[in-house]
């Protein structure tokens, strides 16, 4: 064996390893990389690109600018849909959130037994799925068979009739409804978890102190589970933002009574999909990022101040 | 987890593919597939479309059932991107409420096959009602063949009406079909049963209020795109609705929610007629056998002397991608699945809906007396209707005026809710002239230059 074939032979595994230790990183993530751009940054690009064209039969598309964009703003439907979903996305973690941490705080509690099937019972809610949910609460909000106003007649010794779906001032309560009941399961695993995360002993001196149950509440409980807290707040806004399934359904793919049940990506989807107005759903998609980023940074921007504060 | 995956990756690998078919065909509905490829079944008594089919030409045919909006996505795509030859269907059924946007661009790219000079060729265009196929046609060009008529009429509880006293069947005119409504609610709250209401009309959506305008041969936007939105019988219709949803001469309201579940609804006689399309009458064949001899069928009342007795509600075509591998394979499948006699009769079968082709409509099943309906010759109802059916038609816009109507409605009943019906007519016609500004502005804006 000559000198150099044994110098190459002991080169060799030590450029393996040097290609390896070099590129293994980028291997590891390329699944996905790969994934992450073919699925989210290509069709985001494109529908950002869209939005500035009108697409013109299968093939060709016609550059228009701002043309959708000023469309959109003169755009009363759009206008009604903002109004509706921002009422939503104002309203719904108002509820949800106060509903969700009672529920953990209350399930957190010693004197609570059989936890588990609680814990379950309400998280359960969220397995069934939003267009489940509507299905379902379509058939207790009839207003001639349904059984809440069944329960409400039978409350009030009266025959109720109250039009759930079909009242404009009920459209967007009707839709709370159901949207409550299917995620306040959800929103309460996550306080529950953080409450259990809260130190012990910080009850334990709050007691000593001899704080009550408000007190304790106030000053140790929710400092605790702040972090989560904020997530939860910022996650159900954005999620009350993209509503679309629940009323969808709940309404039979209309837009409800007045148009009160018309959320943003309703009407996304009507103007894509029933319309075929690709490029003017693509800026009406990109209207309600702007929206969403926006809620987002004055969210984090107030969450920030009360930790300084 | 690596043995998980390693397991299910040779169980995909190894798996055997689905044969492949000569031709392919996507339906969005389980009972088309069930028509054309059988259900399976041991009792089956026919053999199956595709079989035939393949027993006569010797090709293969694979019905792929797909969900009615992925059909609208997926057919999209093709047309929009081109596609692999494989991937594009030999024949793709659409369903009515699907099909306006794919008649947005310009006639000579829309993604179908124009089936004039084949319609012309095989004198199928002389044998399919001429009305059917307006739905499926954009400026005179056919780029569809329909599956079904689906005349409407009314079917009514006739024993709960002559209960009452009441003889729904000599009403000719809406008013006085409201009248005589009137009459059987305030018997029947008289005797027990305040809630009951006479008919199912849909309080929130315009579907109902579509059905009235177009036996008045008012489609809210024609062929090209007209809006007609601001006719004066518009405004007139909405309000006689609007009445007849709510208020003290209301006779009408919401069947329960869920598919078929209007069915209980007339099977309690908690809602006692319903506007019937033919496929409704087919769900009570199939599942109310408990009203046999209890229901009659009459056509709907008229506003005026000119309007039809009858609409249509519902629909379905099969139409020839561009892109499909051969097209004269299509069409002659197409012929097969949809216009031969063993077609015809397979779909009898299974639904219970009129042909679309006339000479269909002598077979002897469509004139025999029908038990649930005591006796009713039914089917030549459905087929004196159908000769008087109006055009209707589909654009892509026609979403957004059925629900710029239905923001209409909703306006006048609440007016009526609140007691100010003083000049209601004048203000749903103002209303309507809004309605018909916003959505002019919307088609000027979608469309394209022609």
Redesign the interface.
Known sequence: MSDSSIADSAASPSRWWAWQSRYSPYLFVAPFAILFCTFMIYPLTRSFALSFY???????SRFVGFENFK?LIA???FWLAAANTIGYAIVFPLLQIPAALGLAVLLNSKRVRAKPVFRFAFFSTHLVGSVFAA?LF??LM????GLLNHFLSQLLRR?I?V?W??D?NLAMVSTLIAGLWLSVGYAMIYFLAALQSVDAELYDAAAVDGAGNWATFFHVTLPGIRPVLIFMILVTTIGAFQLFELPYVL??Q??????RALTIVMYLF?SG?????LG?ASAIGWTLVLLIVTVALVQRRISTKLEES | MILAATVCGAVIATRSSPAKTDLTVWTFTDLHARIFRGDGSKNATRTPLVDLYRQETGQTVGIKLIGN?AI??RL?SI??NGGDANDVPDLVEIEIGSV???F???LN???FLPLNDRLAASGWDKRILPSRLAPWSKQGVIFGVPHDVHPVSITYRRDLFEKAGVKLDEAKTWPAFQEKCLAFQTYWAAHGF??R?AMELA???SDGLQVMLLQRHINLLDSDNTSHMTDPRVAATVAFYAHCVVGDRAIG??S???SN?WLR?LTHG?LACFITPDWRTGVIKTSGRELKGKLAMMPLPRFDPTDAPTATWGGTMIAIPKQARDPEKSWRLLQFLYLSPAAMQARSQYTGTLPPVIEAWDDSSWHEPDELFNGQKIGELYIDLARQLPDRYVT??T??AG?AL??VL??AE?AIKNGEEAGLDQRIAGWLIDADA?VRK?IA??R?DE
Request: hydrophobic fraction near 30%; glycine fraction near 8%; proline fraction near 12%.
């Open positions: 009108k697409t013109i039969g299968p093939r060709d469309f755009d009363r439907l299905v379509a058939q009839s207003p001639r068979s025959p009739e039009n779906l079909s404009p309404f039979q209309s837009a409800g009574p007045l148009s009507m999909w029933s319309v075929g107005d003017y | 909006q609208t996505v999209n047309f929009d306006g946007r794919f947005r661009p310009p790219e829309i993604g305040p809630r209401r309080v929130n959506s309201a919401d329960s929610p869920g579940v609804d908690d892509p816009f979403t957004l629900q239905a923001q909703s306006r609440i916003e919307r804006f979608g394209f």
